[in-house]
């Protein structure tokens, strides 16, 4: 069974946003390479609370993710941010064995400053809600 964060690597890449553990990584605590070409990763920022049933309590889950998107250059962040914000809003989509009802921006694109390679970062948060397909 794949989690939602699994499910999101595989969209980014189907979508042509990158290679998974070449220049897509997965959580908050991934070594990346410095001297690569631009870089994205998607971390877990918690969500919201799932939404229940009577029968199932976590009927529908709803995590959050932030996108981050890194370069040598601010623009190249911010071309590729940009094409995951596009492969990310979307509604009805099955992904491995999870199902997004919705997958959302919270925000635009924005600057948050530089990682520890001081590559400029370009970032949005997306909003989820999910369940497991039957």
């Given amino acids: 069974m794949s989690r939602p964060l699994d499910a ?3 969209r980014l890449e189907a979508q042509g946003c990158g290679v998974a553990g070449v220049s897509l990584f997965a959580g908050s605590d991934v070594d ?4 690569s070409p631009a870089l994205l990763s998607v971390a877990e920022t918690g969500g919201r609370a799932a939404i229940g049933t009577h029968q199932n309590p976590s009927a529908l889950r709803q995590p959050g993710f932030q996108i981050a998107a890194r370069a040598d250059r601010y623009e190249d962040a911010a071309a590729l941010a940009d094409q995951a914000y596009a492969a990310l809003n979307a509604s009805n989509l099955l992904v491995d064995d999870v199902f997004f009802l919705t997958l959302r921006a919270v925000q635009e694109p924005f600057g948050i400053g530089t990682d520890a390679h001081g590559r400029p970062l370009v970032a949005f948060n997306l909003s989820t809600v999910c369940r497991r397909a039957a």
């Fill in 32 to 35: 990346l390479p410095s001297g």
């Fill in 8 to 10: 999101v690597i595989a």
